[in-house]
């Protein structure tokens, strides 16, 4: 009997810890940037021209020889375009080089100039920057980047 009670208890635990968790998730904000929803993407067009355009260009075209390094061994600021490598990356890398900024989040060896925008932009403001950028990319780009999204999951 002592047995019987003992695994119902663990049972009744499991299901518990299981429903709070499937609830949690059910709760917790969503991330993500999604290039078809147009108030995202208008909103990441605004913060896009404010925090990156700079570096990046108005059209996300990137700095000119962006393939060739500084003095500092730092390479120029890549384009956001489809001519760029943004595209071959998941979203979470992208939003996390976006907020930490390179340092912390490159690979090893390779010295990054990308600052982080974690104290500037919210996570919501800086999904709706990657929402802006995969707009702008044609289909084919999209779909090939929202595959290598779905394969890093």
Not at 11 to 16: C, N, P, Q, S, T
Not at 38 to 54: K, M, P, W
Not at 74 to 91: A, C, I, M, N, V
Request: hydrophobic share 35%; net charge positive; aromatic share 8%.
């Amino acid at each position: 009997m002592k047995i019987n009670r003992a695994v119902s208890t663990g049972v009744i635990a499991v299901v518990l810890i299981a429903a709070s968790f499937g609830l949690y998730k059910s709760l917790a904000p969503k991330g993500g940037a999604d290039p078809d929803d147009g108030r995202q993407v208008a909103l990441g067009e605004q913060l896009y021209r404010a925090h990156c355009a700079s570096c990046h260009g108005v059209n996300l075209e990137g700095q000119a020889d962006w393939r060739t390094r500084n003095a500092d061994g730092t390479l120029k600021p890549p384009p956001h375009d489809e001519t760029g490598h943004t595209w071959h990356h998941p979203d979470r890398l992208l939003f996390d080089y976006t907020k930490q900024g390179g340092g912390p989040t490159a690979p090893p060896g390779f010295t990054s100039a990308m600052p982080g925008f974690a104290g500037t932009l919210s996570d919501a403001e800086t999904w709706a920057v990657l929402a802006f950028i995969k707009s702008r990319w044609p289909q084919a780009i999209r779909d090939r980047q929202r595959q290598i999204d779905g394969r890093s999951r």
